[in-house]
């Protein structure tokens, strides 16, 4: 499986836009890039997925570099209810070869009021 | 409709005992995936079953655990000879064929005392 890296840790202010960098140099051309996060106590929870272009939906947009080596997930106005830990994880396509999602350590995000 | 089930929500067993758990998916994903999640750690993927067929197991997956989806609806697992190490919650997933989002159940805390 492809890896991803993320930092550890990131901190932001309450209503303050929050871009969660990932890095994923070794791609392949069929990689899905895919953002789940995971609340306290909590099973992790779908935030966005993409191929090529960016992608925007109601919790968050992805950023996706031209050469798809790295990714941002963007948070537009982070709230206490965003604080999490947020995972990028790359997923490939096609027949039985798509399915299982390979967790890293992911970012833990603070949110301060 | 109501999202992904889990029972029961917790487990306490000695070891030694079997244990087994259930996953009610979304009622029209035809794909089905169980997940393994130890503190601090992010959940590892265990199995997945494509209607009633397992397309893919772990390693992680010993003799000791086993998967069905005997009518391509809910799914169970079963622990037998259950040891402190498989003290973990158990996620199950579920989603669309394809590049589409999993959505997860709230867990099965598992404790093997």
């Known amino acids: 499986d492809a890896k991803t890296t993320q930092p550890n840790s990131m901190e932001s202010n309450e209503e303050e836009p929050v871009h969660l960098p990932c890095n994923h140099s070794?791609?392949?051309?069929?990689?899905?890039i895919h953002w789940y996060r995971q609340l306290p106590s909590q099973g992790p929870e779908y935030v966005i997925h993409g191929l090529t272009s960016n992608v925007n939906n109601r919790m968050a947009s992805l950023a996706i570099a031209e050469d798809r080596k790295s990714s941002t997930l963007i948070l537009h106005r982070a709230t206490l209810r965003d604080a999490a830990v947020y995972y990028c994880?790359?997923?490939?396509?096609?027949?039985?070869?798509?399915?299982?999602?390979?967790f890293g350590q992911g970012t833990i995000l603070t949110v301060h009021p | 409709d109501t999202g992904v089930s889990q029972n029961p929500r917790h487990k306490i067993t000695k070891r030694g005992q079997n244990v087994t758990f259930r996953c009610d998916p979304i009622?029209?994903?035809?794909?089905l995936y169980w997940y393994r999640q130890t503190l601090g750690q992010g959940p590892e993927f265990l199995t997945y079953?494509?209607?009633?067929?397992?397309?893919?197991k772990s390693r992680l997956l010993s003799d000791r655990f086993s998967a069905e989806r005997p009518k391509g609806s809910f799914s169970t697992l079963e622990i037998q000879r259950t040891e402190q190490g498989d003290s973990a919650m158990y996620l199950c997933a579920s989603s669309l064929d394809g590049p589409r989002p999993q959505y997860f159940g709230p867990g099965t805390r598992l404790t093997v005392l």
């Open positions: 009622s029209e994903h035809n794909r």
């Open positions: 994880i790359l997923s490939g396509a096609g027949g039985t070869s798509y399915g299982k999602l390979t």
């Open positions: 079953f494509q209607n009633e067929a397992q397309l893919e």
């Open positions: 070794t791609i392949s051309g069929t990689d899905y």
